[in-house]
């Protein structure tokens, strides 16, 4: 019987003697590696923080005391003592336990969104509330190094460090984001990795010189007057202090005693607060701490063993983008490409490795980076700035702005576009087509396979006269899908049905064109003719679609976008601006927030499935039960 076993609440874990609480940490660690190399996950940032969210969960008292974890994604031990231990096998799975904080699981989880440095923001409007109300409660807001590239994270610190509320911002201090942290706040905080034991260097230097005849007393009073100094050189306080947040650290963040020691301290303080913890990703588990490139930031289901994926991933659609930028690098020197700290998942490195001066990772900064990319543009060059469609929510208003105003020929690309799955409602991609119809001179590409991603690539690359974007999902890519022939503004018709006139025309987007295709069987079975087609760029609406709208009697259009605002209400905007009096059905994700599970399950859910499509136009209409979030 492990202590894991008798731990079911945080007052459990503040009841473990330090001895106690040691092995606890021990017993967790084995706890997460067993059961997210079962299920996949986030298993090296978990790992990276079992000693530091104990040692917070025995200083503070939660729920009276908030804790809030930054992105999210490393909560599993907040989850595990705040007893939910028994449902990591459904982790990340349809109706089981959210790989993130979730409200609905537990009163310890305050905020959702997977969507980084936002907690410290977070953190200010809950201290302020409860000052207002009079609740003398310390909010307590784990924060990663990765996160505080994001620029929210400074605006947050701005205004924490205007008052003299109970903030204590942990910063969980592990060098990476995936790939190692980058910028001026990466060096001023590696600087510090260096030496974690700044504390105890400072403690045995001053013990020397002391003991040293003569000299020792004013060398150490020299060190000791110089010690802010050499601190500020070795020690990123300077950073902080200068904000009027006082500093603790930095503290090894896997030494519980020394972690509880700090965290005591800044309790104490009883206002705003940084402790400093260094940590390594993937703690005590040598398959991660060994994975160089991402130190098993997530992983799919692996033997426990040896850290080895058990099963081989097909080709995906960012394996395909990731080797046609690279061509397209070579036959132009003026693409440069930029990542938000995701160089690996968005499949940049390629291009960076072949062109390290023309690949720019900005840290998780997306508004920086989409701004960034426009003044790339304005000097000369045409950028790539390739993120995950669901953080360019980010970074809007800089699209609009600084880069559609200037007509400026950046390039998106938007990785898992649509519903993504297992990491829930914040990730799925569900918002970039309805964002980029409302932009000015926007051209919007959805390839529906590998050779349409080539081509659309380069056709993106070739607009000079204002910005492009590319969607594609999560996961692997389709066959091909060969066209029956490509109309002069270039949308592929798929199907067509030469014996029958009228009918229905689809029009199915990017990854749900086979669903399109798979459709208009279905109707033929039924006696309903029917045309696919792929307008490839989806937005604005080809002319072509309109002028084949009027020979049908209605227009289906499928997207893995949610239902608002998305391609269909772009159709059926043109086809009223047209004149042309035809019924336009959008199927789409409905614009809610759905919780995790597989995709294909979501998409069921949600109707996208060519028997849910066929049914709504010839059959009787299915109304769809979505676990949609309340
Ligand atoms: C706005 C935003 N951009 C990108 C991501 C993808 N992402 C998830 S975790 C992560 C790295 C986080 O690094 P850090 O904050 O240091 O936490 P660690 O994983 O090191 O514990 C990134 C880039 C995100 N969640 N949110
Ligand atoms: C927490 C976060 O935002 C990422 O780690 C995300 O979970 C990665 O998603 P993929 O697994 O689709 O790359
Ligand atoms: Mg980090």
Redesign the pocket.
């Known amino acids: 019987m492990g202590v894991l076993d008798r731990v079911d609440s945080p007052a459990d874990v503040r009841a473990c003697t330090p001895q106690e609480a040691a092995e606890l940490a021990d017993d967790i660690r084995a706890f997460l590696i067993q059961k997210v190399a079962a299920t996949g996950g986030?298993l090296g940032?978990n790992l990276g923080v079992v000693e530091l969210t104990l040692a917070i969960h025995r200083v503070f008292e939660s729920p009276t005391d908030p804790i809030l974890f930054d992105?999210?994604?490393q909560c599993y031990v907040h989850k595990i003592v705040t007893g939910r231990k028994d449902r990591f096998d459904s982790l990340r799975q349809e109706h089981g336990l959210s790989?993130?904080q979730d409200r609905g699981e537990s009163p310890h989880d305050w905020v959702e969104s997977?969507?980084?440095s936002a907690a410290l923001s977070n953190a200010d409007g809950l201290s302020k509330a409860f000052e207002l109300r009079g609740e003398d409660r310390t909010v307590v807001a784990v924060v990663g190094d990765g996160a505080l590239t994001g620029g929210m994270c400074w605006e947050a610190l701005n205004n924490i460090a205007e008052g003299d509320r109970p903030v204590v911002v942990v910063v969980n201090d592990n060098g990476r984001s995936?790939a190692p942290t980058i910028g001026g706040l990466a060096r001023n905080l590696s600087a510090l990795r260096l030496q974690p034991g700044y504390e105890r260097f400072l403690k045995s230097g001053r013990r020397r010189l002391k003991s040293l005849p003569v000299v020792g007393g004013p060398a150490y009073a020299v060190l000791h007057g110089m010690k802010s100094g050499v601190k500020d050189l070795v020690s990123p306080q300077a950073m902080f202090a200068d904000l009027g947040i006082k500093y603790v650290g930095p503290v090894d963040g896997h030494d519980l005693v020394e972690m509880e020691g700090a965290l005591r301290r800044a309790k104490a303080f009883g206002g705003p607060v940084i402790v400093h913890a260094v940590t390594r990703k993937g703690n005590g588990y040598a398959p991660a701490e060994n994975d160089v490139a991402e130190q098993m930031?997530?992983t799919g289901k692996i033997d426990p063993a040896t850290g080895k994926a058990l099963a081989e991933s097909p080709e995906d659609w960012t394996s395909v983008f990731s080797a046609a930028l690279v061509d397209e690098g070579g036959r132009r020197d003026d693409v440069v490409a930029i990542t938000a700290a995701?160089p690996g998942?968005t499949g940049l490195s390629a291009f960076g490795d072949r062109y390290p001066t023309r690949m720019f990772d900005v840290g998780i900064a997306e508004q920086h980076g989409m701004a960034s990319a426009a003044g790339l543009a304005l000097g000369g060059m045409h950028p790539v700035l390739a993120i995950?469609s669901t953080?360019l929510n980010r970074a809007f208003d800089q699209l609009l702005m600084d880069v559609a105003l200037l007509k400026m020929p950046v390039t998106l690309v938007l990785?898992?576009s649509g519903i993504?799955?297992?990491?829930g409602p914040s990730?799925h991609g569900m918002w970039d087509l309805s964002l980029l119809n409302i932009v000015p001179g926007m051209r919007v590409a959805a390839p529906r396979d590998a050779v349409r991603v080539r081509e659309e690539l380069g056709e993106a690359l070739d607009v000079a006269d204002g910005p492009t974007a590319v969607r594609f999902g999560?996961g692997c890519v389709p066959q091909d899908i060969a066209a029956l022939r490509r109309l002069d503004d270039g949308v592929d018709v798929l199907v067509e049905d030469q014996e029958m006139v009228g009918g229905v025309l689809i029009v199915a987007v990017g990854s749900l064109v086979q669903v399109g295709i798979d459709t208009a069987a279905l109707l033929r079975e039924r006696g309903v003719a029917a045309t696919v087609v792929d307008p490839r760029w989806v937005l604005p609406v080809p002319a072509s679609i309109v002028a084949l709208a009027r020979e049908h009697t209605s227009v289906v259009t499928i997207e893995d976008n949610g239902v608002e605002g998305g391609v269909g209400s772009a159709v059926e905007l043109a086809l009223d601006q047209a004149g042309v009096d035809v019924p336009v059905h959008r199927r789409g994700v409905p614009q809610q927030f759905i919780s995790h599970a597989s995709r294909d399950a979501i998409l069921d859910e949600c109707g996208l499935t060519a028997p849910a499509i066929a049914d709504a136009i010839a059959g009787p209409v299915r109304t769809t039960r979505l676990t949609a979030r309340s």
């Open positions: 986030h940032p992105t999210g994604h790989g993130y997977s969507h980084a995936y930031h997530a995701m998942p995950y953080f990785d898992r993504t799955g297992p990491d990730h999560k």
